[in-house]
C-alpha cells in the first residue's frame, strides 16, 4: 500500500519562507515523477513543481508563478521530495499536494496514481 505523508507547512508573513516535505512508502522504482501542485479554496488543484528521474539523472520543473521563488529536491531512492519556498506571497495561500506518478504529463494532476493528505500554507499580507 503506498502513503504519503507531507508536513511543514503553516502560517508565515509575505516574504517568508517555508520547506515542505513529502516521504513515501510502498512506491516503486517504477515511480520516476514526484511532484507538488496546490489547491486554493473553491479552485482546481494546479501544477507547482515537479522533479523527475531517469537514467540516474533528475530534472525539475516549474509552474511559471513559482519559478525563481521556489526549489523542489528529492531522492528516488529514499522516494522523498522536499519544496523549499522563499518569498512567499499572500497567493501562495493553498493546501498543498505531494504526488507520485509513473509516467504521463506531469503537470497535469490526472497523471498522478498516489496523493498525499496535503499540508496548509497560509501567507498574511
Known amino acids: 500500500q503506498v502513503h504519503l505523508v507531507e508536513s511543514g507547512g503553516g502560517l508565515v508573513q509575505a516574504g517568508g519562507s517555508l520547506r515542505l516535505s513529502c516521504a513515501a512508502s510502498g512506491l516503486t522504482s517504477h515511480t520516476s515523477t514526484m511532484a507538488w501542485f496546490l489547491q486554493a479554496p473553491g479552485k482546481e488543484r494546479e501544477f507547482v513543481a515537479a522533479?523527475?528521474?531517469?537514467?540516474?539523472?533528475?530534472?525539475?520543473s516549474y509552474a511559471n508563478s513559482v519559478k525563481g521563488r521556489f526549489t523542489i529536491s528529492g531522492d528516488h531512492v529514499e522516494k522523498t521530495v522536499y519544496l523549499q519556498m522563499n518569498s512567499l506571497k499572500p497567493e501562495d495561500t493553498a493546501v498543498y499536494y505531494c504526488?507520485?506518478?509513473?509516467?504521463?504529463?506531469?503537470?497535469?494532476?490526472?497523471?498522478?496514481?498516489?496523493w498525499g493528505q496535503g499540508t496548509q500554507v497560509t501567507v498574511s499580507s
Open positions: 522533479i523527475r528521474w531517469n537514467w540516474g539523472a533528475s530534472s525539475s
Open positions: 504526488a507520485a506518478a509513473d509516467t504521463g504529463d506531469f503537470k497535469r494532476p490526472g497523471a498522478y496514481d498516489y
